[in-house]
């Protein structure tokens, strides 16, 4: 870490935050303990509590949009299938892009009536921590913290915040959410598939199984790829979705710190205005890609977790019934 | 170790589980409150919509079925009307011809009678003027002769003047 040169200045003592995660990024990107409270002896994590409370959030707009897209009463004639709010036309829009355009084509009118609800959970959550994770919740609390003279942190990788901090920038968060994943993926595959079939599914197929004697190193190898990518499969979804929030946030992080880097290193106050005004304009780029990629990074995890599941569908008769619903409903064939 | 440090590869297993029980209790909450909602709604308007489109199509249909029956109707309208209005041709044609043989017989008729009437005045014309004559003769004589002529006279002097002045017409 380079050592800090804080100016004799009064508004430079509060960029100390800011110069703190300029010469440091990943403080302000990993998961900090919050040491003022405590659960069962150990630290809560920073994560931990936006985690809940962007659940919270979470279910209040859900249950509002829900209100406004359910249908109304009669008396409101046609009006009636109508959303009745912004938001719940924004949510409407959403569900049905994910159900009706990339679901249903890859896992069927049946597994995606039946995910659906999981899998547009998972979505929304994460895609709820991805944005609360770009809005700079914690820096403002760090901040104010220092205008106070109060420490902004404590100990190492310590924060005196309350609230905020990307969530899903925390591997344990994604490989949580990625262990959810894995137990459905595999609970689907019992379900459909019994336990003889899944140990068939794993070594290439019940063909190959039942096969030649000649063909047992083959199937031998093609258990041992199955297997570990069980777990390498979920695990990829959990350090896709880690590794591109850290990236982005160590972007916007590197970027918002150049003005302060440039006054630690006394360029003066039209250096630090000029190098300031460019890395806030690349901040603000920064930024907006950074919402793509929370958008996409939600969709990625959960379209990944509705292909492994539909791969561990009955491969027969899924391929029978999606020949019957492209009939019907003129989608995509199914990806497996 | 269950703390992370400034490392943001090492694994916690507080937020690790945490992550677990939240999203659980999410999953189940919007399952049960949100979604069932959200695609009950989506559902009754798709099915709306597929009913008011199939609805439209059937109306449609009926309306192209009433459409040929009506073309249907006034094309047999019109061929009717056309037959009609030939009859009624024909029948005024043939009304028109029988009114004027009719009248053409008629007056026929009338001239007959008036010649038949005329030469009846002629001959009623002629009698009274050859009477006439014959009175005018008588007198005519009488004072010529001077002398009274019987009734018997007076019948043969008539009857031979009128074969005299028949000699002369012819």
Known sequence: MIPLAIPDMPVMSSMVPLLASATDPMSHIVDKKMHQWNILGQPVMLSMVTMVTAAIVLLILLRFAAKSIATGPESMGNRRFVSRSALGGVIEVMVLYLRDEMLEPVMGVRLTRKYLPFLLSMFFFILSLNIIGLIPFVEVQEFIHSLRGEPFSIAENGTMAIFGGAATASISVTGGMAFISFVLIQVQGFRELGVKGWLEHLCGGHELVSGSPLLYPIVLLVFLVEFFGLFVKPAALAIRLFANMVAGHTLLIVFTSFGALAANAGLGWFGVGAITAVSAVGAMLITLLEVFVALLQAFVFMFLTAVFISLMAHEEHEHDEAHGEDAAHAHGAPAH | ?170
């Open chain 2, 1 to 170: 170790m269950l703390l992370a440090s400034a490392n943001p590869l090492e694994f916690n297993l507080f937020p690790f589980i945490t992550t677990i029980v939240v999203f659980a209790t999410v999953a189940i909450a919007l399952g049960v409150f949100v979604w069932p909602k959200i695609l009950k709604g989506l559902d009754d308007r798709n099915t709306k919509i597929l009913g008011e489109i199939a609805a439209a199509e059937a109306s449609r249909a009926s309306a192209a079925a009433k459409q040929k029956e009506f073309e249907q109707k006034l094309q047999e309208a019109m061929e009717q009307s056309s037959r009609m209005i030939r009859e009624a041709k024909t029948e005024a044609i043939r009304m028109g011809e029988e009114l004027r043989t009719r009248s053409e017989a008629d007056l026929a008729e009338r001239a007959r009678r008036a010649q038949e009437e005329i030469e009846s005045a002629r001959r009623t014309a002629v009698a009274e003027l050859e009477e006439h004559a014959a009175t005018l003769a008588v007198a005519i004589a009488s004072r010529i002769l001077k002398r009274e002529i019987s009734a018997a006279d007076q019948k043969r002097m008539v009857e031979e003047s009128l074969a005299g002045m028949q000699g002369q017409g012819r």
